[in-house]
C-alpha cells in the first residue's frame, strides 16, 4: 500500500496543472466554433472542431517543452525552434480543410467558411498551447462575430449581394421565340439574373439555365411558384 501510495503521489506531482489549463482552455473554446458550425448542420462540427483544437494545444506544448527538454550537452549543441512542430500543424490542418470544400453539379462552390474555421480551430489550439488565453479567447470571439453577426448586419444596411439568396434556376421551353420573354418576366418577379445559359436538347426543346438572386425572405418554393406561373414554360428546377 505505502508503494503504490507513493507512486500516486509521484504521479500527481508529475503533473502540471497549467498544461491541463491549456487544454481546457483550448477545449471550451474549440467547443465553441465547433457549436456554431453544427447548428449549421455543417460536417466539420463539435468533436472535429474539438479533436482540432486539442491536439494542436498538445503538440504546441509538446514543442515547446522538447525544445528546453534537450539543451544539448557538452559534446553536442542541440538548438530547437520551440514552436517549430506547432507551425506544421498550419499547414498540415489544410487537408481537413481541403475535404470540407464541395464542388457542386452547378460549379457552385462551398464549404469554404467550414475549412477557414478548420484553421481557425488549429490556430485556436496553437494560441492556449504557447499560453496566450487572451488572445486565443478574443479570437473565438471575434471569429463567431465575423460570421455570425457581420453579415446579417450588412444585409440590414441594404447590401443586395449580402441581403439575397442565390439560385441555380433551370427551366425547358418549346419554342425559342419565347426565351427573352420569358427571361424578362422572370426579371419582372424581383429576382435578379447574373449568369445566362443556353441550350438546345435532343428533343428540339430549349434549356435555360440561369443564375439568379432573389431577396433572403423568399423562400425555394416560393420562387418556384413565381416562375411556374410565367407562360411558355415547361418545365422548372430549382435549387438553392
Known sequence: MVVKEGVFQTILQSIDIEMLMKLLISAVLGLGIGLERELKRKPFGLKTSLVISIVSCLLTIVSIQSAYLFPGSEFINIQMDPLRLAAQIVSGIGFLGA???????????????????????????????????????????????????????????GFWKFSSKEFTLKVILKDRAFIGEVIRKIEEDHIKIENVRI?????????????????????TSEIYDEISKINHIYSTEIAG
Open 99 to 157: 475535404g470540407v470544400i464541395l464542388r457542386r453539379e452547378d460549379d457552385t462552390i462551398t464549404g469554404i467558411t467550414t475549412a477557414a474555421m478548420v484553421w481557425g480551430a488549429a490556430g485556436i489550439g496553437i494560441a492556449c498551447g504557447a499560453g496566450f488565453y487572451i488572445e486565443a479567447i478574443m479570437g473565438v470571439v471575434l471569429i463567431i462575430i465575423s460570421v455570425e453577426l457581420i453579415p446579417n448586419v450588412v444585409g440590414l444596411l
Open 199 to 219: 441550350k438546345d436538347l435532343l428533343d428540339g426543346s430549349f434549356l435555360v439555365d440561369l443564375k439568379v438572386r432573389a431577396s433572403h425572405k423568399m423562400s
